[in-house]
Structure formats: C-alpha cells, structure tokens
C-alpha cells in the first residue's frame, strides 16, 4: 500500500510548489484518524520531518520551514498538500508523504523537488 505524491518539480528561488498525496483506495475507510505528514530527503542524508497535520486538525513545522510551507489536509479527497513558497535553494530534495496511526504507517513514493539559485 503506496501513498501517491505529484506536484514536484524545478522552481527558481522564490518560487512556489504544490505537492498533493492521494491515499490509495485500499487505506480510504482509515484516512480520517490518520495523522499525516510531509519528510524531505536530500542524498547521503536521513530522511527529515518538514510538516505534520494530525487527525485531530494539528500542525506542526520543522523550523526551517516556517511561514513558508503550509501542510492541509481534505478528509472527502483523502489528500493531503503542502504548499510551498518563498522557496529556497536548501528546499532542494525528495519530498515523501507519511500517514500513521498506532503501528500502521504507510510511505509514498517520493516526488523531487529542485530549487534553482
């Protein structure tokens, strides 16, 4: 079971991205209570937390991206987004959606993100 994130791509600095992630159909019935997040990776590093949007409607942001980023999430589209702006060269990296909830946790695929100086 995959999440399916879209929406990467290469962006001068200063510029803006959308990511969306679409649960698969398998995980539909479970979507609501799942907390779920955004993590980036960038080569020969682990992968970090950028932004999470609990099931009770929380959110939580790495600092680096502050005021910038905004994590949201629609229940009926078993979606979840993060829209990015101001982008920095330092946002450069893969980004992967997360959905947990207890001991079941799913991860997506990954959709790379290129900032340009």
């Known amino acids: 079971v995959q999440l399916q994130a879209s929406g990467g791509g290469v962006v001068q600095a200063g510029g803006s991205l959308r990511l969306s992630c679409v649960a698969p159909?398998?995980?539909?019935?479970?979507?609501?209570?799942?907390?779920m997040a955004w993590y980036r990776q960038t080569p020969g590093k682990e992968r970090d937390l950028v932004a999470t949007?609990?099931?009770?409607?929380?959110?939580h942001y790495a600092d680096s991206v502050k005021g910038r980023f905004t994590i949201s999430r629609n229940n009926s589209r078993k979606t979840v987004f993060l829209q990015m702006n101001s982008l920095r060269p330092d946002d450069t990296g893969v980004y992967y959606c997360?959905?947990?909830?207890?001991?079941?946790?799913?991860w997506g695929r990954g959709t790379e993100v290129t900032v340009s100086s």
């Open positions: 997360n959905a947990k909830q207890g001991i079941s946790e799913y």
């Open positions: 159909r398998a995980i539909f019935s479970v979507f609501s209570p799942l907390d």
């Open positions: 949007k609990t099931a009770s409607g929380g959110t």
